[in-house]
């Protein structure tokens, strides 16, 4: 095996801490979470009080400027335990980046202190029943009012974090005429008058994961609450894609690690269970199949290892982390799936993780940009734009 090179020997200590937190904290209760469909509130505020939470922001707000690095070594590590409901990445390096990057300095001083403690849970919400792939053609909107406020109104859908969420970095149209160049970040804080959350969605998979409806009737919206004021007014869209290149790594992270570790616990099943009076591993089947997902996901490991290195000196192109994202993520599947066929039976039932990490992984390729919208990612870097 490639010996990984990314990591220190600080990264290293701080992967320790992060899985005895995981062992202590997260996997033991991790079954009764999916049962009830959301992660208990206190495991948030207790990853905000080991620092866990926005590690990458500045000290100023609650982080403690860690490169990427830890928070790849946090995806890695809950991959690896399987607990998919921990919605932290999301929250930690999707929404307060936003904040973070294009925030007024109120806004920043507000929210990234309080998302950094998990007093707040961030969620963001693009999707909606009729545009998903498309998001241009949203029609949530956030109408600009004679006394400067907005009216937001619209639904979304397949929120992760939605239902537990305390602030939601919504987006809307401010300028329906101008298609995505009308497009804004809007901040949205739980309890605000017009703001409901639905139902929580039953999933194939990830079912400790709260994914949710959200709705928006007459919310009305001071001019703070627009993410960086009227300088980012229209400007969501330009947003949106400049965060794209660490939105998809992350999920390429997750992907290849979740495959090592299916790969990992079907070695020692194989090892043990026998048939026909002798280890599942003696076939060459056996042998061969793990072979070839080993080193396909060896494969994949220094590809991601390499958009770490590049995101880390902000060198990583859309396209190249689409790559990562779309062939990760179905080579996840594929280990799963390969993986659940080695345990048999047991594969298939819900006790074993390789079960749940099977159902687990199948939203890997449709959310954070379909991989088909990938490949259309790819082919415009190729020259190769659709009429
Ligand atoms: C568990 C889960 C969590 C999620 N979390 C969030 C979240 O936190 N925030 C958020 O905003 N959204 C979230 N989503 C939504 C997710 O990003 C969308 O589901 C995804 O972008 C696909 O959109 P869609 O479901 O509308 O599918 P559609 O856009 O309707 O796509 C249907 C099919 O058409 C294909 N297709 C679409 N356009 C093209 C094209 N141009 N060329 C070829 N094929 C195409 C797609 O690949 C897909 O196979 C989540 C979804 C799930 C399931």
């Not at 919400?125 to 498309?134: C, Y």
């Not at 009227?230 to 969501?236: D, F, L, S, T």
Request: hydrophobic share 40%; with cysteine; charged share 20%.
């Amino acid at each position: 095996m490639i010996e990984r090179t990314l990591f220190s020997s600080d990264h290293q200590a701080f992967r320790d801490s992060f899985r005895k937190f995981i062992d202590k904290e997260i996997a033991p209760f991790h079954a009764d979470w999916e049962d009830q469909g959301y992660v208990a509130r206190e495991v948030w505020n207790k990853a905000g009080e080991n620092g866990f939470l926005g590690m990458s922001m500045p000290e100023q707000y609650g982080g403690s400027e860690a490169d990427k690095l830890y928070s790849v070594i946090q995806f890695e590590e809950v991959a690896r335990a399987g607990c998919t409901g921990i919605g932290f990445s999301l929250h930690s390096e999707i929404v307060a980046p936003y904040i973070l990057h294009y925030g007024t300095p109120e806004q920043k001083a507000k929210y990234l202190p309080k998302l950094a403690t998990g007093e707040m849970i961030g969620a963001i919400a693009m999707s909606e029943p009729a545009a998903g792939s498309d998001l241009q053609g949203i029609k949530t909107t956030a109408i600009e009012q004679p006394d400067g406020s907005y009216l937001l109104n619209g639904s979304k859908t397949f929120i992760t974090n939605g239902w537990h969420a305390d602030l939601v970095i919504v987006v809307a149209k401010t300028n329906p005429a101008a298609g995505g160049k009308g497009t804004s970040l809007m901040l949205v804080e739980r309890g605000m008058p017009g703001f409901s959350v639905g139902k929580r969605l039953k999933k194939v998979g990830m079912k400790a994961q709260d994914t949710s409806e959200l709705f928006f009737d007459n919310v009305r919206l001071g001019p703070e609450h627009l993410l960086g004021g009227k300088a980012h007014e229209n400007r969501g869209f330009i947003c949106l894609m400049e965060q794209l290149p660490w939105e998809r790594l992350q999920i390429a992270i997750s992907a290849v690690a979740s495959a090592q570790a299916a790969i990992d616990w079907t070695v020692d099943y194989v090892k043990e269970r026998k048939v026909f009076g002798a280890p599942v591993a003696s076939f060459q089947n056996t042998r061969f199949t793990l072979a070839e997902l080993q080193t396909e996901v060896q494969v994949a490991q220094v590809f991601v290892d390499k958009c770490c290195e590049l995101i880390c000196q902000d060198k990583l192109d859309t396209a190249t982390a689409s790559m990562a994202k779309y062939w990760t993520t179905d080579l996840q599947c594929k280990v799963m799936d390969e993986c659940v066929q080695l345990f048999g039976g047991y594969g298939y039932m819900w006790e074993y993780p390789i079960a749940r990490a099977y159902a687990d992984a199948r939203v890997q390729r449709i959310y954070g940009g379909t991989n088909e919208i990938m490949k259309e990612v790819i082919t415009r870097a190729m020259g190769l734009a659709a009429k």
